[in-house]
């Protein structure tokens, strides 16, 4: 009897090393290309990464689906193909909104995150439409600060946003790379709204030589919003 309890025991315990998995809730990310296309959160365990999302239709006769080759691309350039998807048609099916306001929840299920993955960007690869995240922080202590300095912005407080922006920037960027594009655009936003002209120009040139292979983008997207250095 003693010998099946500790069986029993050790299957439990086993059972509970084998199915880890940390989750991420509404992690931030630098640039995405659907407005209405969020990323809820992300598990990873040892078996699989899965991504959790919501796309809302704001069209009438709307229309929606996930092509075969959607990668998880690393900061080093390394990329994983997507295993599956879940609640969403495969390309070319689609899933037809039935009215403005209507949203749809999927899941896409990758391989194993690597170990020690602090950010990473998720691409739709395909012919018209795709969608794209970059920047994805795995870090709920940054996600954490980065959501203050948010909310800063949306309580009509920009300087004190861009303060705690170039902050975060100082102390924690060169623990997690990913994060340098949110926050150098943001910085350069926030500092020329508050009229730091000066300051803006230099976090633009900054991101500019920042080397990150997303910086083309990245500056691209502040020239679409007139900021230009």
């Not at 994983?80 to 048609?89: C, D, E, F, Q, R």
């Not at 602090?118 to 202590?141: A, K, R, T, V």
């Not at 004190?160 to 936003?189: H, P, Q, S």
């Amino acid at each position: 009897m003693l010998k099946q309890i500790i069986s029993i025991t050790s299957v439990l315990i086993f059972g509970i090393c084998t199915s880890f998995s940390q989750s991420f809730i509404a992690p931030n990310a630098a640039l995405k290309s659907h407005e209405t296309l969020e990323i809820m959160k992300v598990v990873i365990s040892e078996e699989k990464t899965d991504i959790f999302l919501k796309v809302e239709n704001r069209i009438s006769g709307g229309n929606f689906c996930a092509d075969r080759k959607i990668y998880i691309i690393y900061p080093d350039g390394n990329r994983s193909l997507l295993i599956s998807s879940n609640g969403i048609p495969v390309c070319p099916d689609t899933y037809k909104f039935k009215s403005p306001g209507e949203q749809l929840d999927f899941v896409l299920t990758f391989p194993p995150l690597k170990k020690g993955t602090g950010s990473f960007n998720l691409i739709e690869d395909c012919s018209e439409n795709c969608f794209s995240f970059y920047g994805i922080i795995l870090d709920p202590d940054l996600n954490k600060e980065i959501n203050d300095a948010f909310a800063l912005v949306e309580n009509n407080e920009p300087a004190k946003a861009m303060v705690n922006f170039i902050r975060i920037a100082e102390e924690k960027v060169k623990k997690n790379a990913g994060a340098d594009g949110l926050l150098y655009m943001n910085i350069v936003k926030l500092s020329k709204e508050t009229g730091r002209t000066v300051k803006a120009s230099a976090w633009y040139k900054k991101l500019e030589s920042s080397g990150l292979p997303e910086t083309a983008m990245y500056i691209k997207h502040l020239n679409s919003l007139g900021i230009k250095y």
